[in-house]
């Protein structure tokens, strides 16, 4: 029985991560139908190849997914097994032919490799192989992307926006757009300069990340095929199930609406499923290209500007009608990015030294302003019947600024001691913002908070070391006034309630 013909059941890129925020997935809850699949292929008494992107390592640390995906490990390490690493897995091909990890999943990794059936020489590859934007070890952009788009996904919670679009494909959107516009400015530049230099702003992602680069990606396939070593490609990559021709045979992926796979006979007959409700549904093979012709061409790609400005509409939604509340906070941005524009006209065009009796009398004012809109914004969550401890810290923000404002007016005037007023009240007021952000995590968006407390409080730091020097201390104080007004603005514009179905989306 063991030396008998089998069938060979394909798949590629699962993407699978450690069951955290990140894990597309686990999000899309596949891992019981990998699990059913993987018991059908034995009962089957079928082959398993897994032509790369198993893991998600760009996104994951690799000791912790492979220890929180053990039982998976053993269950593949049961079947007869082949394992090709793709480009998001590639940190383990060194490991192939050493003894380093000892699991017994790891005996099957292999190297792209050739396999004959029905009189025709079938190679079996990740896809990335011929890419050469991808096929080597070092991080590209597109891993860059991935990386990024992984730190997003912790601050939302999921791996999907609440509108149900993945963080990493509007990433994916926004950055290559980005990349796009900057390397047509290049090209432009360098005509003009007279030099003859191609740049190509599609070569930095792989072809899921942008499908413009499909074509280009079959034509480093052809190209590998025409030498002669082999008469078909089996291959993943692109997530783009089906086949061209008789020749290029494509296993997609089971990131997407379909756990699809290729099950091919011993006679080389190649056919296209998907795994659906626990059973094996046998489809029509895709194509995913006709065959190249002449003067066949590649669609027009999307305009890179309106394609960044969906991607950062997605991100970022529209802005909502402040509340009362946040009404504060726009007007205390307003106010500091005033005065510190302000204190940066006197220091530039009066001299970085005059006016320096001003400069204290103003930020007097704008403390005391500042404190007052405080007291009024715990009044105003009050009112609303806001958290009680949303009221708390704004009444504590109150009356520190107010403070402030009367010992400024008071003894302020001396360097020393304005640096040692300012630089504690900075931390306390950053501290403020960030315990609010905490507080009101799940409640509202809050990571502008965050962001405005911690620059407040490193901030602090660094007017606190700086030396007691009014002419270092104008200039500091102008640059962080101005950050903490743009930040303070921001959370008042953006910082919306979150409806009721946001959180519920989140877990779901």
Same mark, same amino acid.
């Given at each position: 029985?063991?030396?008998?013909?089998?069938?060979?059941?394909?798949? /590629?890129?699962?993407?699978?991560?450690?069951?955290?925020?990140?894990?597309? &997935?686990?999000?899309?809850?596949?891992?019981?139908?990998?699990?059913?699949?993987? @018991? *059908?292929?034995?009962?089957?008494?079928?082959?398993?190849?897994?032509?790369?992107?198993?893991?998600?390592?760009?996104?994951?640390?690799?000791?912790?997914?492979?220890?929180?995906?053990?039982?998976?490990?053993?269950?593949?390490?049961?079947?007869?097994?082949?394992?090709?690493?793709?480009?998001?897995?590639?940190?383990?091909? *060194? &490991?192939? @032919?050493?003894?380093?990890?000892?699991?017994?999943?790891?005996?099957?990794?292999?190297?792209?490799?050739?396999?004959?059936?029905?009189?025709?020489?079938?190679?079996?590859?990740?896809?990335?192989?011929?890419?050469?934007?991808?096929?080597?070890?070092?991080?590209?952009?597109?891993?860059?992307?991935?990386?990024?788009?992984?730190?997003?996904?912790?601050?939302?919670? +999921?791996?999907?926006?609440?509108?149900?679009?993945?963080?990493?494909?509007?990433?994916?959107q926004f950055g290559d757009s980005m990349l796009t516009i900057w390397k047509r400015a290049v090209a432009t530049t360098m005509r003009h300069r007279g030099a003859k230099r191609d740049v190509c702003p599609t070569v930095a992602l792989t072809p899921a990340q942008n499908p413009d680069r499909l074509g280009e990606h079959v034509a480093g396939v052809r190209a590998e095929l025409?030498?002669?070593? *082999?008469?078909?490609?089996?291959?993943?990559?692109? *997530?783009?199930?089906?086949?061209?021709? @008789?020749?290029? &045979?494509?296993?997609?992926?089971?990131?997407?609406?379909?756990? /699809? &796979?290729?099950?091919?006979?011993?006679?080389?007959?190649?056919?296209?499923?998907?795994?659906?409700?626990?059973?094996?549904?046998?489809?029509?093979?895709?194509?995913?290209?006709?065959?190249?012709?002449?003067?066949?061409?590649?669609?027009?790609?999307?305009?890179?500007?309106?394609?960044?400005?969906?991607?950062?509409?997605?991100?970022?939604?529209?802005?909502?009608?402040?509340?009362?509340?946040?009404?504060?906070?726009?007007?205390?941005?307003?106010?500091?990015?005033?005065?510190?524009?302000?204190?940066?006209?006197?220091?530039?065009?009066?001299?970085?030294?005059?006016?320096?009796?001003?400069?204290? /009398?103003?930020?007097?004012?704008?403390?005391?302003?500042?404190?007052?809109?405080?007291?009024?914004?715990?009044?105003?969550?009050?009112?609303?019947?806001?958290?009680?401890?949303?009221?708390?810290? /704004?009444?504590?923000?109150?009356?520190?600024?107010?403070?402030?404002?009367?010992?400024?007016?008071?003894?302020?005037?001396?360097?020393?001691?304005?640096?040692?007023?300012?630089?504690?009240?900075?931390?306390?007021?950053?501290?403020?913002?960030?315990?609010?952000?905490?507080?009101?995590?799940?409640?509202?968006? +809050?990571?502008?908070?965050?962001?405005?407390?911690?620059?407040?409080?490193?901030? +602090?730091?660094?007017?606190?070391?700086?030396?007691?020097?009014?002419?270092?201390?104008?200039?500091?104080?102008?640059?962080?006034?101005?950050?903490?007004?743009?930040?303070?603005?921001?959370?008042?514009?953006?910082?919306?309630?979150?409806?009721?179905?946001?959180?519920?989306?989140?877990?779901?």
């Amino acid at each position: 029985m063991d030396g008998a013909a089998r069938d060979i059941f394909v798949i /590629s890129d699962l993407h699978i991560g450690d069951g955290g925020a990140r894990d597309n &997935f686990d999000a899309g809850k596949r891992t019981p139908q990998l699990r059913a699949f993987l @018991d *059908h292929v034995g009962s089957e008494g079928g082959e398993l190849f897994v032509l790369g992107d198993l893991f998600e390592l760009w996104q994951m640390n690799l000791s912790l997914l492979l220890v929180k995906r053990r039982d998976l490990l053993d269950q593949l390490a049961t079947l007869r097994l082949a394992y090709v690493p793709g480009n998001h897995d590639v940190d383990l091909a *060194h &490991f192939i @032919d050493t003894d380093f990890l000892n699991h017994p999943f790891f005996a099957c990794m292999r190297a792209p490799f050739v396999r004959e059936l029905g009189g025709k020489r079938f190679r079996f590859c990740h896809g990335h192989e011929t890419d050469p934007f991808n096929a080597g070890d070092d991080p590209g952009f597109g891993r860059m992307l991935a990386i990024f788009a992984g730190v997003f996904e912790d601050e939302n919670g +999921s791996p999907l926006l609440t509108s149900g679009e993945s963080v990493e494909d509007v990433l994916e959107q926004f950055g290559d757009s980005m990349l796009t516009i900057w390397k047509r400015a290049v090209a432009t530049t360098m005509r003009h300069r007279g030099a003859k230099r191609d740049v190509c702003p599609t070569v930095a992602l792989t072809p899921a990340q942008n499908p413009d680069r499909l074509g280009e990606h079959v034509a480093g396939v052809r190209a590998e095929l025409d030498k002669g070593a *082999h008469d078909v490609t089996v291959l993943g990559h692109t *997530h783009k199930a089906g086949r061209i021709g @008789d020749w290029y &045979f494509n296993s997609g992926s089971w990131t997407g609406p379909r756990n /699809s &796979f290729l099950r091919i006979s011993p006679d080389g007959h190649v056919r296209y499923l998907e795994w659906k409700d626990g059973r094996a549904v046998e489809r029509e093979m895709p194509v995913v290209l006709p065959e190249a012709g002449p003067g066949r061409a590649l669609p027009a790609p999307e305009n890179p500007v309106a394609a960044a400005l969906s991607a950062a509409r997605t991100l970022f939604p529209k802005p909502t009608r402040p509340e009362r509340s946040r009404w504060v906070l726009i007007a205390q941005g307003i106010l500091a990015i005033s005065v510190g524009a302000g204190v940066m006209t006197i220091s530039v065009g009066q001299g970085s030294s005059a006016g320096w009796r001003l400069l204290v /009398s103003a930020f007097a004012a704008y403390a005391l302003i500042d404190g007052a809109l405080s007291l009024f914004g715990a009044f105003a969550a009050r009112a609303s019947r806001e958290s009680p401890v949303r009221r708390l810290l /704004s009444l504590v923000r109150g009356v520190a600024s107010l403070l402030l404002g009367l010992v400024v007016l008071r003894r302020g005037y001396v360097v020393e001691v304005f640096v040692i007023l300012v630089g504690v009240w900075a931390f306390i007021s950053g501290a403020l913002r960030v315990a609010a952000s905490v507080v009101l995590k799940g409640m509202v968006e +809050s990571r502008w908070l965050f962001a405005v407390g911690a620059g407040s409080m490193l901030a +602090s730091l660094v007017l606190l070391s700086l030396p007691a020097s009014a002419v270092l201390l104008k200039f500091a104080l102008a640059g962080y006034l101005c950050y903490y007004g743009a930040g303070e603005l921001l959370a008042g514009i953006f910082g919306q309630r979150l409806p009721r179905t946001a959180s519920f989306r989140l877990s779901a």
